[in-house]
């Protein structure tokens, strides 16, 4: 089983560069978020979707676009990388709707080094 | 503003030896959730806790919830190396609705020696 599959799993960029980092699940959930992490701040929520069609900002969401393509895929879009975007980027997926408490599903992580 | 702190956030252990990993969190919520996660890896989701009271056990590992107190152990029983990873506990931001968005503590970096 998949479960949710991020690429790349590593990536480098210079300053000003875009990029657009993949998700994708196949567990048939309707909500996906991107977190990012970094030492020490444990996980920050940047965006996430609730259902198809349908994205929101998280605590972080500044110098990040997202895309919910359909119901399995979910972009996270960096327009003009900078160095402070430098981390691990964490995608997760979970089934929610009325008495369901599913945890979030993650993927194994983009580490981004932005120079 | 919902935060959520963990103490310790470093935790040192010989193996066989008991502790305990506190959750705060700073408002009312009714959904916490406690995450492992081994060095470069992803999280992988250990308990899920809903109501006060709540005590969930694996292993040598225990958690509960106190919803009063706004508060949640993770509780290691007779350490062994494996468990050694950081450990994250994560509150839902939505109290009495449906799931919402989770705020997690910074983790408790656990290291388990011989």
């Known amino acids: 089983n998949a479960g949710v599959t991020q690429t790349p799993k590593f990536q480098v960029l210079k300053t000003g560069q875009s990029m657009t980092l993949q998700c994708a699940q196949d567990m048939n959930h309707n909500s996906m978020y991107w977190y990012r992490q970094d030492p020490g701040m444990g996980l920050r929520l940047i965006y996430y979707?609730?259902?198809?069609?349908?994205?929101d900002k998280g605590e972080v969401p500044n110098g990040y676009n997202v895309s919910r393509l359909n119901k399995r895929e979910f972009s996270l879009r960096l327009e003009s990388a900078a160095p402070s975007q430098t981390s691990v980027y964490f995608c997760?997926?979970?089934?929610?709707?009325?008495?369901?408490?599913?945890?979030?599903?993650f993927g194994d992580g983009t580490r981004l080094s932005i120079l | 503003e919902l935060k959520v702190e963990q103490n310790p956030l470093f935790l040192s252990m010989q193996e066989g030896k008991n502790y305990t990993i506190y959750c705060n969190y700073s408002?009312?919520?009714?959904?916490l959730y406690w995450y492992r996660q081994d060095p470069g890896k992803s999280l992988e989701s250990l308990f899920v806790?809903?109501?006060?009271?709540a005590v969930k056990q694996e292993g040598r590992l225990m958690a509960s919830l106190d919803t009063k107190a706004r508060l949640s152990t993770l509780h290691i029983t007779a350490a062994v190396h494996d468990l050694s990873a950081t450990y994250f506990c994560?509150?839902?931001?939505?109290?009495?609705?449906?799931?919402?968005?989770?705020?997690f503590g910074k983790g408790t970096k656990l290291s388990v020696k011989p």
């Open positions: 997760a997926s979970n089934r929610i709707h009325t008495g369901a408490n599913q945890p979030q599903h």
């Open positions: 979707s609730a259902s198809e069609g349908t994205t």
């Open positions: 806790l809903l109501s006060n009271g």
């Open positions: 994560a509150v839902d931001s939505n109290y009495g609705g449906s799931q919402g968005n989770l705020i």
């Open positions: 408002t009312t919520s009714d959904r």
